[in-house]
């Protein structure tokens, strides 16, 4: 079956939110330059705060532990694992946990992989066809 993927802004995708952040400023002179760029970054501290939050979150048991390792491992074996173990406690299961919280950090850490929710993917392709005006976009 079908299951809905995370969402991730990458390094990338920053620096494209930050270039049409300059070009913005440049298009709106009178606007506080420095307005979207101070919105950018706070609400991008903002998701790797709460990214961070969740990984150690997973580390104390519950739904948590459980939803951390069905990024790795399948679904129903952690959710059938789950109705019998205490995921924080048992010894295997805890070093499992904190492999995922390492996965997570070194994530943010090297791809700055922030987490988006309720976020969904959008891929470009040209318009051979001239359809679409300048700056038009569709989306289906």
């Not at 059938?80 to 492999?99: G, I, Q, T």
Request: charged letters at 25%; hydrophobic letters at 40%.
């Amino acid at each position: 079956p079908a299951r809905a993927l995370p969402v991730r802004l990458n390094r990338e995708a920053i620096t494209l939110l930050e270039s049409l952040g300059r070009r913005l400023v440049s298009l709106y002179p009178n606007s506080p330059k420095s307005a979207w760029q101070s919105d950018l970054a706070s609400r991008l501290h903002e998701l790797q705060e709460a990214a961070l939050a969740r990984a150690s979150e997973a580390l104390t048991g519950g739904d948590a532990s459980q939803q951390a390792l069905q990024e790795y491992i399948e679904p129903h074996q952690v959710t059938r694992v789950a109705s019998r173990f205490d995921l924080a406690s048992e010894p295997h299961w805890r070093s499992l946990l904190r492999l995922a919280f390492q996965f997570r950090v070194q994530d943010l850490r090297s791809r700055t992989a922030l987490p988006v929710d309720d976020g969904c993917r959008v891929m470009g392709a040209a318009d051979p066809t001239g359809l679409l005006a300048e700056g038009e976009v569709y989306l289906r």
